[in-house]
């Protein structure tokens, strides 16, 4: 497993959720960690994500302000505090990282993402 998502979970709106990824030794050369999510019927979108080794965060428009993405570089995990969740965050989740020969590729686009994990459920209910 080359991404090792956790955290996800069921809870009311106004709730909260902290996400967990545990990259692998593949993933040690990454540039940027993020997260992306998919919703049922709907496309797969950024979420946000993390850079190294200046830590710059990128967030997408709808979880600004809401959502705090943070990486651990002592372990090398990434987390995603996810704060005042709507019903509209229900979606699974994916935690990403991007590989060499990527990095020219803007950060919110899905295909300059080479590892993916396996997903974790968020459901928020209203």
């Known amino acids: 497993v080359q991404l090792q998502a956790s955290g996800g979970g069921s809870v009311q709106a106004g709730g909260s959720l902290r996400l967990s990824c545990a990259p692998s030794?593949?993933?040690?050369?990454?540039?940027?960690l993020g997260w992306f999510r998919q919703a049922p019927g709907k496309e797969r979108e950024f979420v946000a994500s993390?850079?190294?080794?200046?830590?710059?965060?990128f967030y997408a428009d709808s979880v600004k302000g809401r959502f705090t993405i943070s990486r651990d570089n002592t372990k090398n995990t990434v987390h995603l505090q996810m704060n005042s969740l709507k019903p509209e965050d229900t979606a699974v989740y994916y935690c990403?990282?991007?590989?060499?020969?990527?990095?020219?590729?803007?950060?919110?686009?899905?295909?300059?993402?080479?590892?993916w994990g396996q997903g974790t459920q968020v459901t928020v209910s209203s």
């Open positions: 990403v990282a991007d590989s060499e020969g990527k990095f020219t590729i803007p950060i919110k686009m899905a295909k300059r993402y080479d590892y």
């Open positions: 030794e593949r993933t040690s050369s990454s540039v940027v």
């Open positions: 993390v850079t190294r080794p200046s830590g710059r965060t």
